[in-house]
Each structure stands twice: as C-alpha cells, then as structure tokens.
C-alpha cells in the first residue's frame, strides 16, 4: 500500500495525462555477460523528466539501507503539493562493499522509478551490475571445485551446504533467470538433481556461487528433453 497526501486529486489527473503522452522507452545498455538489452536510469529519466515537467511533476527518490540491505523510497510529487509515494523497495547487495551498495542502490531506483510511473520497459533483462535479495541471505563460498564431469555427479553424495566464510559472489539476477529456464527445459521441477550434480544443498537458484554456474548450464543442457 502506498502513502499519499490528504488529496490526490491533482496528481492524479496529472499522471492520467503523462501516461497519455509517455511512450514506450526503447533499451539503451547491454548486460556485457548475455549480451541482453535493457533501459537505463538515467536514459528513463531523460526520456520521461520533460512530460513530467510539463504536467507539473517531479519524481524524487531516497536510497537507505543498513550496510547489508539497501531500501528505495520513490515519491512522485506534483506542484500543488500533493504526493504519491511507494512502499520501500529492498534489496541485498551481493558485495558488502561501495560498489555492490551503488549498484543495488540503481538497480532498486531503476525498477521502482519505472513501478511508480507505470512505464513501459518490455523485456527488461539486466543482471550484470544489479544486486539483488538472495533467499535465505546466503553468503557462503562454494565447495571446492574438485567434482569430475557430470557423468559422474551420480556418485556424488549430497552435503548439507557448502562451508561459509561470506567470501562467495553469487549468481546475477540474469543468470537466475537463464538457469531457472535451462532447469524447466532439463524437466526438473526443483533443486534436487541440482543440489546432487553440485555436491550440496541448494533451496533456490538465487543461493548458486558464480564459480558454478558454468558448470550448471553445461549439465542442464545435457539433460535438456527432446522437443515434444
């Protein structure tokens, strides 16, 4: 639910007209890793900061965050006074350092600055400098990559998890997204086969260490099934 002034009469009659005149915003940055196309922030301000003037509007946003999760608070603001602001986006950033903190922190403005003006991205795929929230807040290093070919990750006895020491990068939203589509191609309904191959326990995708996800696509594209 999202906060608001006492009256939205006028902000809302505003935003009718920005949405009236906005367009679709065409992809203007490239993830380097899959070669897939997305809009930028400042490319989508840019692109809308002119109808938003002309009707009186102005889009202001706040990063906070405790040094482990990054929040976005985004208020659309219209000359009156009157104010529509969002719920708190929050994220975790995989790297606990200024550059994992600046990259969740345009991740998170970028997709809470398109929500709150229900702008139209299309396909939007970057996952090469967001961060996001892994499930669990999972920031353990891989076992040691010590397996043989996937012919024998049937002799692979499964581990509880894989030791901690919070060194580990994790898989990028993108790569999420391709192994999850990889995983329904291959049949599988959950992580069990994964968790095997891998040598540990796994509850989502999103716990997966970067080291392995080479290693992954190869064996789920081993046990990809046949076209029907």
Known sequence: ?????????????????????????????TNP?????????????????????????TVMQFPGGDGQKITVRTMVIHESGEWIETEPLTLQAVKTDPQGAGSAITYARRYSYAAALSLSLGDDDDGNSSSHAPQGSYNRQQNQTNHQSSHSQQERTTQSTPPSNGSAKLATEGQVKLLRMKRQQAGFTGNDEISKFLGFDISSLTELPMAKVNDLIKFLDEQKQPAR
Request: glycine share 6%; charged share 30%; hydrophobic share 35%.
């Open 33 to 57: 890793h899959f070669r897939s196309a997305y809009t930028t922030l400042d490319h989508m301000i840019d692109s809308t900061k002119p109808i938003l003037t002309k009707h009186g509007l």
């Open 1 to 29: 639910m999202c906060n608001k002034s006492e009256t939205i009469g006028k902000i809302a009659m505003a935003l009718v007209k920005f949405s009236e005149e906005v367009r679709p915003i065409e992809k203007d940055g």
